[in-house]
């Protein structure tokens, strides 16, 4: 590493991985380092079908489609007592190839975006840890601080420090910019099985969202090559977490409570060890500054029920890197020209986080509601397909608002939230 850089991205996830690309093809001496060494485990394998735009720009859909993962065209709800939904097939909607989607395997995606993000000219490197971001007088990020893989402490100056860090959120944690949601408090324990039941045909790859009887939790079912599937729970974090002994003990637990699973997992044996993670959804009130700006899930972070998170974090990467790559250009690099792209992000992925709120409301059921309103079955799939920038979702939501407050009404003052909503 030298000891200045144009712009520095610090986290190789996608969003670090995407952004650097699109800052080095863009002409900036780029830096991105990443804490662990690539590839790295990580979870949050579904990718939602719009990803097909990003990884068009970067040039790497034909890799994609090479690399042997599973090929992901639907997705599939059951219900709490194993009903399982009709399957949402993204090619009904749209019978373009960006219909088709996939299941990543994490290490060997993030992976991918590394050594693309060097192919486009940024340096890459790993095992580097990031210690501080500086500021100088103005309040504008100048520098890293850094411990390298030989353990030796560095300070690089920059113009740009893209904040790729996650859920760390670095520089939101550093200035008090982060908001934690209150609603939506979650935990996960997932491992990974071997020869689960899946679907034949068109269905073999879906992502499939079973509940548990009690409503109190639901699974994820992310179908891999090579005859994997991750497996893996979600609920509150009291929950799952508190007063219930070990993970190994929970997540046992709720699987004897999950119907949808059982026949799948009749002669499934499960591999390796259990992981555990709590998934606090948040955002900031802040997500650039002078010199600075957020992006993936440093920038904020829903809930995993939708898949939306790898999409996302694609879609800021080069958002981001191209806004980056416009301020110097134009010689400012301004938090609003560093994050002139956030206010229109924000408002598409508003959409998903109404449909994650709409998810865990306990009485509302997503199948009577397309029963009553069938002209918004588009709509929906648009959402669960992440084309959430484009105008015509608003009428979908104003009518799942009243459906959600007649259901509560209809309750009575009793009713308590879950986490069922009903799509059969």
Known sequence: MKDAYEVIVVGAGPAGGTAAAITALGGLDTLLIERESVPRFHVGESLMPEAFWPLERLGLNRRVRESGWQIKKSVQFVSANGKESTPFFFRDHDDRDCADTWQVERGEFDKMLF??????????????????????????????????????????????????????????????????????????IWGYWRDAVRDDGDNAGATIILQTEDKDSWFWFIPQSRGITSIGVVADQEY??????????????????????????????????????????????????????????????????????????????????????????????????LAHWADDFKTGSAWVRKLVHAFYEKDFSMGGFLKQHPQHAGHLTNVLIGRVFDSGLETMFHDMDQAIAKSKLAAGPSADNGTEVSWV
């Open 115 to 188: 050594d693309r993000a060097a192919e486009c000219g940024a340096e890459c490197v790993d095992r580097v840890r990031l210690l501080d971001v500086e500021f100088d007088s103005d309040d504008r990020a100048c520098a890293v601080r850094v411990r390298d893989r030989d353990g030796e402490e560095r300070r690089i100056s920059c113009r740009v420090v893209m904040d790729a860090t996650g859920q760390h959120s670095f520089i939101a944690n550093k200035l008090g910019l982060k908001q934690i949601n209150p609603d939506l408090k979650k935990a996960a």
């Open 240 to 337: 799952l977490l508190k007063r219930r002994g070990k993970p190994e003990q929970v997540y046992g637990e709720e699987l004897a409570k999950c119907p949808g699973l059982k026949v799948r997992l009749e002669n499934a044996r499960r591999i390796g060890d259990l992981h555990t993670k709590q998934e606090f959804s948040y955002s900031t009130t802040r997500h650039a500054g002078p010199g600075w700006v957020l992006i993936g899930d440093a920038f904020g972070f829903i809930d995993p029920i939708y898949s939306s998170g790898v999409y996302f974090a694609l879609e800021m990467g080069v958002r981001a890197g191209d806004a980056v790559v416009e301020g110097f250009r134009s010689n400012d690099l301004s938090g609003q020209r």
